[in-house]
Nanobody, 123 residues
Framework: VQLQASGGGLVQAGDSLRLSCAGSGPYNIGWFRQTPGKEREFVAAITWGGGSTYYPDSVKGRFTISRDNAKNTVYLHMNNLKPEDTAVYYC?????????????????????WGQGTQVTVSS
């Protein structure tokens, strides 16, 4: 499994971005972000069929995760971006044969990781 995250960039506060995770296959997918010196933070997750999505309170109402399985791609739509959203964003895959509900926010349950894409939000 090769995951390819893309779509990051430099934007201003209040702007929107859409990240893509290509190669998402028939996997449960999570998005995480990380800043230097901090642990990887859960941002969003979606089950392989797209029937369930999960978000932490910090992004709920601003970020939306979706997938197009025909294109083998998961998207992270980010609206009303804030400077504190600045980070490297990673997508990760977990086999659908493994438990996901209740564990999706833990980085260590994912089997595969993409290379990350930088998102920088200026104030």
């Amino acid at each position: 499994v090769q995951l390819q995250a893309s779509g990051g960039g430099l934007v201003q506060a209040g702007d929107s971005l859409r990240l893509s995770c290509a190669g998402s296959g028939p996997y449960n997918i999570g998005w995480f972000r990380q800043t230097p010196g901090k642990e990887r933070e859960f941002v969003a997750a979606i089950t392989w069929g797209g029937g369930s999505t999960y978000y932490p309170d910090s992004v709920k109402g601003r970020f939306t995760i979706s997938r197009d399985n025909a294109k083998n791609t998961v998207y992270l739509h980010m609206n009303n971006l804030k400077p504190e959203d600045t980070a490297v964003y990673y997508c990760a895959a977990r086999s659908r044969s493994q438990a996901y509900s209740g564990t999706y926010y833990r980085p260590n349950i994912y089997d595969y990781w993409g290379q990350g894409t930088q998102v920088t939000v200026s104030s």
